[in-house]
């Protein structure tokens, strides 16, 4: 029997990949750049030229012919250090705005779950979000001590 703190599964990824398909939808900041450009052995600046698109003002990572990311090849090519959108979807905070957003998202990612309550969704959802912001504190905690050490 579930205990009062433990909640069920509302997503389990299907590796299909169609959240890495279209034109502009992965915004990628500095530090994800810096990340990434680092990652593949890249200046950060050769990186934005190579395998970014600007998208009013901000960097996109661009598409490959196929329509995926340049970095889909059936998996993500960097997922250790994948844009922080990658990594928060979809536990994201429209959802806490407004729960049929999930239901929306479901629509183009078989790995969500929709034969759960609202209210299960929302608590998930909040729960995960904290829990990233907790991770995000620790490690700024982490890399302050280092410095410091
Ligand atoms: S669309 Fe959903 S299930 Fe498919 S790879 Fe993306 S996150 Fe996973
Ligand atoms: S960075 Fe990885 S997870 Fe994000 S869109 Fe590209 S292939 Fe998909």
Request: some cysteine.
């Amino acid at each position: 029997m579930p205990s009062k703190t433990s909640y069920p599964s509302i997503f389990t990824c299907q590796m299909c990949g169609e959240c890495c398909r279209g034109y502009g939808g992965t915004y990628v900041s500095e530090s994800d750049i810096k990340a990434i450009a680092n990652f593949i052995g890249e200046d950060p600046e050769d990186f934005k030229a190579r395998y970014c698109q600007l998208s009013g003002s901000r960097y996109v990572l661009a598409q490959a012919e196929n329509g995926y990311c340049v970095f889909w090849d059936e998996l993500c090519r960097i997922h250790p250090v994948k844009p922080r959108m990658c990594r928060n979807w979809p536990y994201i905070s429209a959802v806490l705005e407004d729960v049929d957003n999930w239901r929306m998202m479901a629509n183009s990612c078989p790995g969500i779950k929709t034969d759960v309550s609202d209210e299960v969704i929302r608590r998930t959802v909040a729960r995960k979000i904290e829990e990233r912001r907790r991770q995000r504190r620790q490690d700024a905690e982490n890399a302050d001590s280092e410095q410091e050490g």
